[in-house]
């Protein structure tokens, strides 16, 4: 067994991540940090965590712990000023660690820490045991764009993404009365997510995210022209994945088949009137959007099973 860490343990990814840890066959936990529980028993984060666990420390104390493995569900200033302990591997989740450009990253972010390797395992596995893992909107598009990117020159990327993509913390777009019965646009031309897309991809993207009034889950729909056969692409980058998955020709991404899982899934559409082909992906934004990408790229870290501790198989209905 290898030990883990997880600061911030909180929020929503904090959470998500303990319990990919809880059942991982390899892991074990030996810090749970946050500064607002610090002191408390495991059970202050949630009644159903027994007495088997440690209780919360300061993320400081956490980063400390000496565990093998640290997962960082900080926000982007706290990621940034992280000094990693050596010989350990550490994933953040944040994203000011992303952008390889300084200037970029500056002003994106307001810091530039500068770039850990980018760990989307199937197609950019990270180098090194300093790893950033990609954001949930990024994940979607990366997997729905990356295998074309050698036959387009552009990309539109319209996504849209449950509440829990904001995070824990409280604020007006994020209360019920303005999330249910309600679809809204965001930071339009201006949603960091975009630049670290077109650093992946080697083009440029117009990418808008919304708002869904659903607690979890993302789909981007991608809009591009190309000669290729995108199906084709498509599925030969992904024939080996145990995580993404290309549905048959005519067959729909549907979040209920990926919410609460860290799978994703992959669509291929041609528009008979204009040509564009059409890419849509669906993934949750705190499995394979968050929480489940950072501990498989964390198991690719140790030399661990890929899919050790991830959930694969949502619930049939």
């Known amino acids: ?37 610090a002191g408390q028993a495991a059970g202050a984060l949630d009644p159903r965590l027994n007495g088997s666990l440690p209780g919360f420390v300061s993320n400081d104390a956490a ?10 569900c900080l926000d982007n200033d706290k990621s940034a000023a992280f000094q990693p302990p050596s010989g350990a591997v550490v994933v953040d989740l944040a994203g000011a660690h992303r952008l390889t450009d300084e200037a970029a990253a500056q002003a994106w972010y307001g810091t530039a820490p500068g770039a850990w390797s980018y760990g989307l395992p199937e197609l950019f596995p990270a180098q090194g045991p300093l790893i950033a893992n990609p954001g949930c909107y990024a994940t979607a598009a990366l997997l729905a764009l990356g295998p074309l990117a050698g036959s387009i020159t552009g990309a ?4 849209k993404s449950g509440v829990s ?30 630049p670290e897309i077109a650093q992946q991809l080697g083009l440029p993207v117009c990418f808008v995210p919304h708002l869904l009034p659903v607690r979890r889950g993302l789909l981007a729909t991608c809009y591009v022209q190309t000669d290729a056969d995108a199906r084709a692409l498509l599925t030969d980058a992904y024939a080996a994945s145990p995580v993404v998955r290309v549905l048959a020709e005519g067959v729909m991404p549907e979040l209920g088949r990926v919410q609460n899982t860290d799978e994703a899934e992959l669509a291929i559409f041609t528009d008979g009137a204009t040509g564009t082909t059409i ?7 705190l499995g394979k959007g968050a929480a489940g990408q950072a501990v498989q790229n964390a198991n690719l870290a140790l030399g661990l099973d890929e899919t050790a501790g991830l959930r694969l198989h949502g619930v049939l209905v």
């Open 1 to 37: 067994m290898q030990s883990a860490a997880i600061l911030g343990c909180a929020g929503y990814a904090g959470q998500e991540t303990l319990d990919r840890v809880l059942g991982h066959p390899a892991l074990r936990v030996v810090a749970l940090g946050s500064d607002s529980l």
């Open 63 to 72: 980063a400390a712990s000496g565990a093998d493995v640290l997962f960082l």
């Open 156 to 159: 539109v990327v319209d996504a």
């Open 165 to 194: 993509g904001a995070g824990k913390a409280l604020k007006a777009s994020s209360h019920a009365g303005f999330v249910l019965e309600n679809l809204s646009p965001y930071a339009v031309g201006a949603h960091r997510h975009a």
């Open 279 to 285: 890419v849509i992906c669906a993934l949750d934004n």
